[in-house]
């Protein structure tokens, strides 16, 4: 896919060492070859177009040939099994065009429903990733969809400037937008859906005089430079000091980025400052929720702030946000009180 040199106020490196880059590379660790749901996996396959590898391993050369060309069905046949997208998209003469035939001639014998939206650059993806992906690129701030494509500024600023979109198609479609911008896209929908209900959980507990707020997807940049009452930054890391109110003086800059052990230890901390004996959040809600949240930082590191606010004399916030330098995966987490 071609890419095209673009500017964004974001476009600048957000975070301290970050260089410039106009072409797309990939940041992620290999691809999973074993199948699991999306939402607990970075897999290349949904459940739900399982289907498309069955037809694939299963035919026999004349229904392969009855939808490809000869040369592509024997190419398949001595390649597989197949147990992922990218092994059939690694097969000699299989690219975008023959993995929509392949999904197209899956479709027609019932090996795949309606629930197999069908693969997009390389990714199956099922119809509720699409529909997350839709939500998510519509519904996210500027500063978090820069977060998420770190290696792709110029999508992410043409999709911020195109949207509202009406399909996966489109957005993958998009100039700048390649295989790995759509995959770190389907995770940031689908991957930490259990943490997603875990956040709904604690703001469920009732909250009289003092509670937790989280949020998954949210506006850091915006976050750090508003104007509340008794507004007070403690400390930042891995965030440039120009981003920050008055050019980030009188503000401690810590020299380490946060690691998943800290983040986990301020959901944990949130989520105990939101409980009391009587109202609990339902353990097996929490036990997925944090096991989740572990799984996808552990071993990561993180860039944030933590700070200090009131809207009025008689309350108080205390806020820690975390953004994965890399995966842009964010979480924010606000134990207040009121009187």
């Given at each position: 896919?071609?890419?095209?040199?673009?500017?964004a106020?974001l476009?600048?490196?957000?975070?301290t060492?970050?260089?410039?880059?106009?072409t797309?590379?990939?940041?992620?660790?290999?691809l999973?070859?074993?199948?699991a749901?999306?939402?607990?996996?970075d897999?290349d396959?949904?459940?739900?177009?399982?289907?498309?590898?069955?037809?694939?391993n299963?035919?026999?050369?004349d229904?392969?040939?009855?939808?490809?060309?000869?040369n592509v069905a024997?190419?398949?046949?001595a390649?597989r099994?197949?147990?992922?997208?990218a092994?059939?998209?690694?097969v000699?003469?299989?690219?975008?065009?023959?993995l929509?035939?392949?999904?197209?001639?899956a479709?027609?014998?019932?090996?795949?429903?309606?629930?197999?939206?069908?693969?997009?650059?390389?990714?199956?993806?099922?119809?509720?990733?699409?529909?997350?992906i839709?939500?998510?690129?519509n519904?996210?701030?500027?500063t978090?969809?820069?977060?998420?494509?770190?290696?792709?500024?110029?999508?992410?600023?043409?999709l911020r400037?195109?949207?509202?979109?009406?399909?996966v198609?489109?957005?993958?479609?998009?100039?700048?937008?390649?295989?790995?911008?759509?995959?770190n896209?389907?995770?940031?929908?689908?991957?930490?859906?259990p943490?997603?209900?875990?956040?709904?959980?604690?703001?469920?507990?009732?909250?009289?005089?003092?509670?937790?707020n989280?949020?998954?997807?949210?506006?850091?940049?915006?976050?750090v430079?508003?104007?509340?009452?008794?507004?007070?930054?403690?400390?930042?890391?891995?965030?440039?000091?120009?981003?920050?109110p008055?050019?980030?003086?009188g503000?401690?800059?810590?020299?380490?980025?946060?690691?998943g052990?800290?983040?986990?230890a301020?959901?944990?901390?949130?989520?105990?400052?939101?409980?009391n004996?009587t109202?609990?959040v339902?353990?097996?809600?929490?036990?997925?929720?944090l096991e989740?949240?572990?799984?996808?930082?552990?071993?990561r590191?993180?860039?944030g702030c933590?700070?200090?606010?009131?809207?009025?004399?008689?309350?108080?916030?205390?806020?820690s946000f975390?953004v994965?330098?890399?995966t842009?995966f964010?979480?924010?987490?606000?134990?207040?009180?009121?009187?």
């Amino acid at each position: 896919m071609r890419r095209f040199i673009g500017s964004a106020v974001l476009a600048t490196g957000l975070l301290t060492g970050c260089g410039p880059s106009e072409t797309e590379t990939s940041t992620q660790q290999p691809l999973e070859q074993q199948q699991a749901p999306l939402t607990e996996t970075d897999v290349d396959l949904a459940p739900e177009c399982q289907g498309v590898l069955d037809y694939l391993n299963e035919s026999d050369f004349d229904r392969l040939d009855a939808a490809l060309p000869s040369n592509v069905a024997h190419n398949l046949i001595a390649a597989r099994p197949f147990s992922t997208v990218a092994q059939v998209a690694a097969v000699k003469l299989v690219g975008d065009a023959r993995l929509q035939q392949i999904v197209s001639a899956a479709r027609g014998l019932d090996y795949i429903e309606a629930e197999c939206y069908g693969i997009l650059d390389s990714l199956a993806l099922s119809q509720d990733d699409a529909t997350a992906i839709v939500s998510l690129v519509n519904s996210i701030s500027a500063t978090g969809l820069h977060d998420i494509l770190p290696d792709a500024r110029t999508g992410a600023t043409n999709l911020r400037n195109l949207r509202p979109f009406a399909t996966v198609d489109a957005i993958a479609n998009t100039s700048g937008i390649g295989a790995v911008s759509l995959r770190n896209l389907r995770n940031a929908a689908t991957l930490s859906r259990p943490f997603e209900a875990l956040i709904e959980a604690v703001h469920a507990l009732p909250r009289p005089n003092h509670g937790t707020n989280m949020a998954r997807h949210f506006d850091w940049l915006s976050k750090v430079n508003s104007q509340y009452f008794n507004f007070q930054i403690q400390e930042c890391f891995g965030i440039r000091p120009q981003l920050l109110p008055d050019n980030g003086r009188g503000i401690s800059m810590r020299p380490n980025l946060a690691d998943g052990a800290e983040v986990y230890a301020a959901v944990e901390a949130g989520i105990a400052y939101a409980e009391n004996h009587t109202n609990v959040v339902d353990p097996q809600v929490k036990t997925a929720g944090l096991e989740n949240l572990a799984a996808l930082t552990s071993g990561r590191s993180f860039f944030g702030c933590q700070y200090g606010f009131s809207n009025d004399p008689w309350s108080n916030h205390g806020v820690s946000f975390y953004v994965d330098t890399q995966t842009g995966f964010s979480v924010y987490v606000d134990t207040f009180w009121v009187e």
